[in-house]
Nanobody
């Protein structure tokens, strides 16, 4: 049974940082590219960042380039999203997804003063 469990969300002030984690199980994590998506209220879910199975290739949405960093630890079956210089526009539920189309339950990130 595939499980993707996100954690690390919360309330942060503008300009602050958060580190999201997604712990994976039930599939061969090291063989799967992984992605982070987000969905803000009233908006469609959008791709934030993607990392290749080996971690050597990454891609980012233009809106987060230079502020967010995706990484992974294949020994721990975990993918991370380091988010710096957070803006109110980053407020959303953040989800991780594997290459097989499985989603986690999401973690709320709220950026507000």
């Amino acid at each position: 049974q595939v499980q993707l469990v996100e954690s690390g969300g919360g309330l942060v002030q503008p300009g602050g940082s958060l580190r999201l984690s997604c712990a994976a199980s039930g599939f061969t994590f090291s063989m799967s590219a992984m992605s982070w998506y987000r969905q803000a209220p009233g908006k469609e879910r959008e791709l934030v960042a993607r990392i290749s199975s080996g971690g050597r290739s990454t891609n980012y949405a233009d809106s987060v380039k230079g502020r967010f960093t995706i990484s992974r630890d294949n020994a721990k079956d975990t993918v991370y999203l380091q988010m710096n210089s957070l803006k109110p526009a980053d407020t959303a539920v953040y989800y991780c997804k594997n290459v097989y189309g499985d989603w986690g339950q999401g973690t709320q990130v709220t950026v507000s003063s």
